[in-house]
């Protein structure tokens, strides 16, 4: 036991400190370039990011309109004032292509007199601001004086000039020029400076549309009629259609004017989309392998949707720190696919994503009962198929292709939508539980919520529990101390889950079910030796953990070869103990239907071998004179199951006394769970019509005296047998039918009971 703990901890400190160095470790931030050549330096980051600054290199094959723009700005004579607008859609690289051509310049042109600079007009908050900080772009960076009085003198000459009776308001850009020859004084001085200096600026005008609407137009005739001065280019970077939409409905004002202010237009072209479509694909594929994804093909349609998407570079780089780092960089314990596909799907159409949330009850397909909006869903298909026809009809039938897959494979609703079948209906062939289970589906009720909100539940906890638990069990080699770090494991559920313990066996064996595992045979044995450790409880809708296992069990007997099925045969050979639950396990086993019928024969025999070992149990109980009723045979059914395949009616006499009287009612109860009333407990008519009445009920009545409750347990099963016994007679006397006991006879708590007898 001291062992296997210790290999437990050790797992666990280890995984631990697994996630302390991850949060340790920097991320890099890197550029899209270096992700698509896969230049990586440095090999132990485990956290990229994309760098999303705009960038001096081609990347989009575009040296034709870049040596257009270069040439432009080099023939500019020197003596002219000249603008150059530099128009295309937002995300269509004009930044990136106007830095090359920078970078250009610089590299190629030993002129230090062409003074290169850069004006940001979004960045200032009033026309005041702006112009003076475009003036000091002309004058700081030519040197045109080294004394800054001579910058203040200007800058206010120009403030008193142009703000002097203008005021400060939302008409002022349309009237300010009222003193054209105190203005052109200004000019005059600014030109004779910069011909003194001989310097030559080229101005870069970058994120225009993104300035205050009355900016924008200030600017314009500030370009136009104050600083077109003689050694001045212009290179002013926008978005046409942004700027039209800012001149029409905010301004008021005909977009034809800028025209009498740009002298040259050039316009960067759409990028090439097969191009697009290539950058794309290859920089998501790197980013995965980055992320130790090894199976890509898995997820191949996403990409395909990514690609169809992506409008831009800048679009991607978005995409790949947003949806890929928040889906892979991060631990998760959810599908990494569904994730995947759901961050996607909200990065591209938001509206769709939240509709999907908004009306989960129609894509819940799986444990339904576990989400309150669709518990009861059932209850009317009819109509509510009708209404998840009609938004499927408006989310989903006019989507493209790829969006229509990965809906379909992440949801067995949208799958059954496309292919015309009911949405909501009573056919289970397309649901596997077990493959639910391991994946986590997003159809199901218990993990439906925390993929929109990216956090845990009681759910989620059990799976990482399991996850932990099956990778010990794959650690460890030896066989002893496997079957005991088991045995422990199954002991300790109860007390760690308490009334969710049977979720927990449930994702467990669907985890032994579908992955073959060299140690299943030992699993199976503790789960079998180990039984009678777990809750035999009902739930609603659900069954116990015990009958899980009991199936679980028989199936593997079913499929396994003869030698393992021979092992685990044997250990119920002399389990008394277990006779109910060797009685199930045999009743399922033939009941399965055959995995391969080409092995009718050793079916067949298996099926002679259980029977035969259950048949022994009931006849050695009997020759040998045991009591099942003592506390080392005892377990609740274990006597009925008897009695109902063997015949002697005495045995019950036998081992009924004052000490055991309780367990007998034990035996007789049974439970029911309603979603209204509570636990229910009632007696078995059938058990008590066939076994006590005329037979056992005097004897009952003597060992209640004898031996009257003191527990909340036995004064409860005192209470249930008389109240049932009391309306069994009562029947009986007046002829009604007994059928009507089923419904009366039972006690409801609001808490289940827990029976020690």
């Known amino acids: 036991m001291i062992v296997s703990l210790k290999l437990l901890k050790d797992k666990r400190d280890c995984y631990q400190n697994i996630i302390l160095r991850r949060k340790n470790e920097y991320s890099s931030l890197i550029d899209l370039k270096d992700l698509y050549n896969n230049d990586i330096i440095d090999n132990k980051v485990k956290y990229l990011l994309i760098d999303e600054n705009d960038v001096d290199y081609d990347f989009l094959h575009r040296d034709i309109i870049i040596e257009h723009i270069y040439n432009s700005i080099l023939n500019v004579k020197a003596d002219n004032s000249f603008v150059i607008g530099i128009n295309g859609a937002w995300g269509s690289g004009k930044t990136t292509t106007v830095n090359i051509v920078k970078e250009k310049i610089k590299n190629n042109i030993n002129n230090k007199d062409l003074i290169l600079n850069d004006f940001n007009p979004w960045i200032y908050d009033n026309p005041q601001n702006m112009m003076v900080g475009l003036l000091k772009s002309i004058l700081n960076e030519a040197d045109i004086t080294s004394n800054p009085l001579e910058h203040e003198k200007i800058f206010k000459s120009l403030i008193n000039v142009i703000f002097k009776k203008a005021g400060f308001d939302d008409t002022f850009v349309n009237n300010f020029f009222y003193n054209l020859d105190t203005v052109e004084k200004i000019k005059d001085e600014l030109d004779d400076f910069l011909e003194f200096n001989q310097k030559r600026v080229v101005l870069f005008v970058d994120n225009l549309e993104r300035a205050e609407a009355d900016n924008i137009i200030f600017l314009f005739k500030l370009i136009g009629q104050v600083f077109d001065l003689k050694r001045i280019t212009y290179v002013i970077i926008y978005d046409e259609d942004r700027l039209k939409d800012i001149f029409s409905d905010k301004l008021k004002i005909d977009y034809h004017y800028i025209e009498k202010i740009i002298q040259q237009n050039i316009s960067i072209p759409p990028i090439q989309q097969e191009l697009l479509w290539n950058v794309c694909r290859v920089c998501i594929e790197k980013l995965l392998i980055f992320y130790g994804e090894k199976n890509l093909d898995e997820y191949r349609l996403i990409v395909n949707l990514i690609v169809s998407e992506v409008k831009d570079l800048r679009m991607l780089k978005r995409f790949l720190n947003t949806v890929v780092t928040e889906t892979f960089a991060v631990p998760h314990y959810l599908s990494k696919y569904t994730l995947f596909a759901l961050n996607t799907i909200k990065f591209f159409d938001e509206n769709l994503y939240y509709?999907?949330?908004?009306?989960?009850?129609?894509?819940?397909?799986?444990?339904?009962?576990?989400?309150?909006?669709?518990?009861?869903m059932d209850i009317n298909k009819k109509e509510n198929n009708e209404k998840a026809k009609d938004l499927f009809d408006e989310l989903i039938k006019n989507k493209n292709k790829e969006y229509q897959e990965i809906l379909s494979n992440m949801f067995i609703a949208v799958k059954r939508y496309l292919s015309g079948q009911d949405i909501i209906n009573d056919r289970y062939e397309d649901i596997d539980y077990d493959l639910i289970r391991i994946n986590k589906s997003i159809y199901s009720g218990m993990y439906f919520d925390i993929y929109f909100s990216q956090s845990e539940n009681e759910f989620l906890e059990i799976d990482k529990d399991i996850d932990d638990f099956i990778e010990c069990i794959n650690y460890i080699k030896d066989e002893n101390l496997l079957?005991?770090?088991?045995?422990?494991?199954?002991?300790?559920?109860?007390?760690?889950?308490?009334?969710?313990?049977?979720l927990w066996i449930d994702k467990f064996l669907s985890h032994i079910r579908k992955n073959i595992n060299h140690s299943e045979c030992l699993i199976v044995k503790a789960l079998y030796e180990n039984i009678l450790e777990l809750n035999d409880d009902m739930k609603a809708f659900e069954v116990s953990s015990k009958d899980k296992v009991k199936y679980f069990i028989a199936r593997y007997l079913k499929k396994c070869a003869l030698?393992?099925?021979?092992?685990?045969?044997?250990?119920?050979?002399?389990?008394?103990?277990?006779?109910?639950?060797?009685?199930?396990?045999?009743?399922?086993?033939?009941?399965?239907?055959?995995?391969?019928?080409?092995?009718?024969?050793?079916?067949?025999?298996?099926?002679?071998?259980?029977?035969?070992?259950?048949?022994?149990?009931?006849?050695?109980?009997?020759?040998?004179?045991?009591?099942?009723?003592?506390?080392?045979?005892?377990?609740?059914n274990n006597v009925f199951i008897l009695l109902d395949n063997i015949n002697d009616e005495f045995y019950l006499k036998k081992i009924v006394n004052k000490n055991t009287i309780y367990?007998?009612?034990?035996?007789?109860?049974y439970e029911v769970i309603s979603s209204s009333e509570g636990y229910g407990y009632y007696i078995d008519n059938r058990l008590f019509e066939e076994y006590i009445v005329n037979k056992m009920d005097t004897d009952i009545e003597q060992y209640l005296q004898i031996n009257p409750p003191k527990t909340e347990c036995e004064i409860f099963l005192k209470d249930l047998y008389y109240t049932h016994k009391n309306l069994y007679y009562k029947c009986k006397v007046t002829n009604d039918n007994k059928d009507i006991i089923i419904g009366k006879g039972e006690i409801y708590r609001t808490k289940p009971i827990k029976f020690i007898v």
């Open 355 to 376: 509709n999907i949330y908004q009306n989960k009850r129609y894509f819940i397909t799986t444990d339904k009962i576990y989400d309150m909006n669709t518990r009861y």
């Open 663 to 669: 367990r007998l009612l034990r035996d007789l109860t």
């Open 483 to 502: 079957y005991e770090f088991i045995r422990q494991k199954i002991i300790s559920i109860n007390i760690k889950y308490g009334i969710s313990e049977y």
């Open 563 to 636: 030698e393992k099925f021979n092992k685990i045969v044997d250990l119920m050979k002399n389990d008394y103990k277990k006779l109910n639950i060797i009685y199930n396990i045999r009743y399922l086993f033939n009941n399965i239907s055959s995995y391969d019928e080409l092995k009718i024969l050793d079916i067949n025999f298996k099926v002679l071998i259980i029977n035969n070992v259950f048949d022994n149990l009931c006849k050695n109980i009997l020759l040998r004179k045991i009591n099942l009723y003592e506390d080392k045979y005892y377990s609740k």
